[in-house]
């Protein structure tokens, strides 16, 4: 009787799967998932060897023991050295042997192919685990299995296929050899490069693998995705849809006719070469529907698989994303991904978790820019397998100033990637638009402005005066001059916004005007909820909305994507792109009278910003450009948010820091970067010439944050309808009930440093296994937040 070698076992119908049928399975998958026509028979040799370490009787063995023991958990015997040792031995000392290698010996996890912990090489390490003969054992029963199954492949058409596969690879790594090269590595270096190109191909197996998996566990055909001709149907369609509610819109203001000429050219741009694009247009330009159209006809005159709308924040992307949605009409075409996206039913979010794990099911993907950066460069599973859905893509990049100094390389580098390599279109979207294409090294390469000629536009689209403030209280104003200097304004103007930059100045400031104004007084800061915030921002709009009088003091939460207008903006002093994006916020619709702008600089005793680096780098260059306009406002055009401005703001911004854009890191075995961890990996493998990957891929996804949240933990607090929703969370037997519940508690947690938590106290008890935290009742105010003392109780008259 032929021996057969199991790869899972299914226990709800005691059904095996042949470890040959999964490995084809996973070839074919792995070659349909990646993008790169030269990386395609690539992804197939990955997929076809990955799981060869599972011939071995000592694998079976464990593998049925454990079945018996442990119930449908396969263990954790290793198997994949084998099957990347195989490899190698058909192809050593190649370039494809090594890329197949790393991508096996990694698919159920990132590595370093060049320890940083010890300099030891991951191939070299593998090597010594098994002997010659127990490889070419694996290698001889593996040809057997594969000739007489249903792909009938012999030993010389494998051969073929490696030649092949090895001829395409060599193909793109010389088109990346020359990228670099002809560029002096300005752009990037070769490296780099082909680290992600093997993170693609990770993800090409990693998919594949889980995929065929799944589908072999739940008992249900593998879904390939939508055809090529079913996503262009969904192009023409939305097209369509578009134009006709485009049409619907007013044309008869200045305003708006030059909003249609903007997005007529954003139209046009579609049909233009190339796959870097700008658009820096004013706020209140459109670009949301503009860089939308310019998605649609791109992806369908270009045959593209995804269109992907990506913004920094939150509250930028709910509501683009419902402009979207209105602006399609197909939901079920379009994928929001964030934290506080949530299904109403079990069923719904199993579909939901189930769409965001690869992104490919989907046409339309609106999303974070944590999400994006993570698919590009953490370690997790979950990121790695969404990176080739990147590919053969539309990429809508908003409010990209807003993305932190540390990953400006990175952020480079990937945009070259996949512009130059994987077939994808980008565009760049700001008001503001940093020098990322004038780096000293690592830059970006230099985009096509889809709009030219943003001067003339502006004159349009001027709806404020900007009044520099900063000289005039020598070292700043202190709370109650603040105080003073906003009550000036309101009484000139009836609806008054001020930005700082810190929680504590603007609450400090919020609590000495209670009793000091008229009509309605309101507070903003990420020390509220999000479901608080969104309710205070609608009782502003519906008051402004009926011209009554308001004040706001916030955080800058509300500088980009919420859609509030005020007569008078109050910007404490920060960037050049700050006081841009909080000018925004004025004359939105571009009434009349212009909107009046001020810039003023508050002390350090008022907003301690002393330990944060980024406002006081953005400040010194904000400083160094007021000065240079005073002395010369015609080299300006007498206008603070001129081009000249803004390119002159970014020139001194990035001097002081040009040493972080390449995510420094600084560890007990010295001090790196992720661009070079990424690339060369110095440190650890200048001296390792027999290997070309080096790159440390595990340490740096460990390390690789967006956002240094330095130690925030997230507390539930009881505000309004989360007082019933934490009660119904410790109530709940039910697994998946509990998971909704928890996504719908999102909307009703803060985050606290571990400074403020300490300072809390009992106020803050953990419930569910001491997982997750809460904070108590008293402490949760109504207009202001946390608060680290809890509120005064009424007097009770009994």
């Keep these: 009787m032929e021996k057969t070698y199991h790869s899972h076992y299914r226990e709800k119908d005691q059904q095996y799967q042949l470890n040959v049928n999964h490995q084809i399975n996973v070839a074919r998958l792995a070659e349909n998932y990646c993008p790169l026509p030269e990386l395609k028979k690539t992804a197939w040799l990955t997929g076809i060897h990955h799981d060869d370490g599972k011939y071995p009787e000592e694998w079976q063995e464990y593998f049925e023991k454990s079945l018996k023991e442990e119930g449908c958990n396969e263990g954790k015997l290793d198997h994949s050295t084998l099957g990347g040792l195989v490899v190698n031995q058909y192809l050593p000392g190649t370039l494809l042997g090594e890329m197949v290698q790393d991508a096996i010996y990694m698919h159920h996890g990132l590595q370093d192919c060049v320890s940083i912990s010890d300099g030891s090489i991951l191939l070299e390490k593998r090597k010594q685990k098994y002997t010659a003969e127990k490889v070419k054992a694996v290698c001889r029963e593996a040809e057997v299995l594969l000739e007489a199954s249903e792909l009938k492949l012999n030993a010389a058409e494998m051969a073929e296929i490696r030649k092949k596969a090895r001829a395409d690879l060599n193909v793109l790594a010389k088109e990346v050899q020359l990228f670099a090269k002809n560029n002096n590595g300005l752009y990037g270096n070769r490296n780099f490069y082909l680290g992600m190109l093997e993170r693609l191909l990770f993800s090409s197996l990693m998919d594949a693998d889980w995929r065929d998996t799944a589908d072999f566990m739940e008992n249900r055909k593998t879904d390939t995705g939508m055809s090529q001709d079913e996503i262009q149907k969904v192009w023409e369609y939305g097209i369509i849809t578009l134009e006709n509610k485009l049409n619907e819109l007013d044309k008869t203001s200045e305003i708006a006719s030059c909003r249609q000429d903007i997005s007529a050219r954003c139209r046009n741009a579609a049909y233009a070469s190339g796959n870097l694009f700008r658009l820096s247009v004013p706020t209140g330009a459109g670009k949301t529907l503009s860089t939308l159209r310019f998605a649609l006809h791109c992806a369908k005159a270009n045959k593209k698989r ?357 995510y420094p890191v600084l560890k007990e075995w010295g001090r790196s970067s992720l661009v070079e961890l990424l690339s060369d990996n110095k440190i650890f493998a200048a001296e390792k010439k027999e290997i070309r990957l080096k790159q440390a891929f595990l340490s740096a996804g460990q390390i690789f944050t967006v956002i240094d949240d330095k130690g925030l933990k997230n507390i539930l607090v009881p505000y309004r309808e989360g007082k019933g929703l934490i009660q119904a969370l410790q109530s709940e037997a039910d697994p998946e009930q509990k998971r909704i519940i928890l996504r719908k508690l999102q909307r009703y947690s803060v985050g606290v440093s571990e400074k403020t938590l300490k300072n809390l106290g009992n106020a803050v008890y953990r419930i569910e296994e001491n997982r997750v935290l809460v904070l108590a009742e008293g402490y949760y105010d109504e207009n202001v937040g946390l608060k680290e003392e809890p509120s005064a109780l009424d007097f009770l008259n009994f």
């Excluded at 070292?475 to 309101?490: R, T, Y």
């Excluded at 008022?606 to 000065?627: F, N």
């Design 306 to 662: 995804h269109i992907f709308y990506v913004a920094p924040f939150k509250s930028i992307l709910e509501q683009n994303a419902s402009v979207i949605r209105t602006s399609l009409d197909m939901p079920d075409m379009i994928l929001e991904h964030h934290s506080d996206v949530v299904q109403e039913e079990v069923k719904g979010q199993q579909r939901y978790e189930r769409l965001i794990e690869n992104w490919d099911e989907v046409p339309v993907i609106v999303t974070t820019a944590v999400q994006f950066f993570q698919t590009l460069f953490k370690e997790k599973r979950s990121s790695i397998r969404r990176f080739h859905s990147l590919c053969d893509s539309v990429i809508i990049f908003d409010e990209v100033q807003a993305m932190p100094v540390k990953l400006l390389q990175l952020f480079n580098l990937a945009v070259n990637f996949l512009t130059q390599f994987c077939n994808t279109t980008i565009v760049l979207c700001t008001a503001t638009q940093p020098l990322l294409d004038r780096l000293p090294e690592n830059r970006m390469l230099p985009p096509v402005d889809m709009v030219n000629s943003i001067s003339a536009y502006k004159e349009v689209f001027r709806r404020v005066e900007f009044h520099d403030c900063t000289q005039d209280c020598g070292k700043g104003f202190n709370i109650s001059q603040a105080v003073d200097f906003i009550l000036e304004k309101s009484r000139q103007m009836d609806q008054v916004l001020m930005i700082c930059n810190t929680k504590s100045c603007a609450l400090d400031i919020y609590e000495q005007l209670k009793g000091k104004t008229e009509g309605g007084l309101y507070h903003l800061s990420t020390l509220m909820c999000a479901e608080h915030r969104s309710n205070v921002l609608k009782e502003i709009r519906e008051r402004l909305d009926r011209n009554e009088k308001v004040i706001c003091i916030s955080t800058q939460l509300v500088e980009a994507g919420v859609d509030f207008s005020f007569q008078c903006v109050i910007r404490s002093l920060a960037g050049l792109d700050n006081l841009i994006q909080a000018a925004g916020r004025c004359n939105r619709n571009g009434g009349p009278e212009k909107g009046l702008v001020c810039l003023i600089k508050m002390s350090e005793e008022a907003e301690r910003i002393s330990s944060l680096k980024d406002i006081r780098t953005a400040q010194e260059a904000m400083l160094c450009t007021l000065q240079a306009y005073r002395k010369s406002p015609e080299s300006f055009r007498e206008r603070l948010d001129s081009e000249e401005a803004v390119t002159l703001y970014f020139k001194y911004y990035l001097m002081e820091r040009k040493d972080e854009t390449s």
